[in-house]
């Protein structure tokens, strides 16, 4: 598992530097009724339609640049909405998934 991150975080470095825009791999499965946004070039945004009412949830990205990654949070939705996200000084995203609250 190791190896293959690390191969990620390398085709995501030179996606950056080439100024590429290759789309980053989900941790977990977007559901259904949620769709993933570019927002802009460092910012992406999930929109869901058939949340239940209470559930709390956000959108996570894991950012990556030459020499590290780190993880970030969007805002915190309750039901239906959107959660937006972005990688401030990492500036490609290796990969992103929702994440739920209780």
Known sequence: MRKSL??????????TVLGLAAPPASADPIPSDCTVSNVSWDTRSLTCTNRPAGQQWAFSMVCTSIGGHERYDGNIVTGNGT????????????????VYYN
């Open 6 to 15: 690390a191969g990620l975080t390398v085709a995501a470095a030179a996606v």
């Open 83 to 98: 959660s937006t996200v972005s990688c401030g000084a990492y500036p490609s995203a290796l990969s992103y998934q929702i």
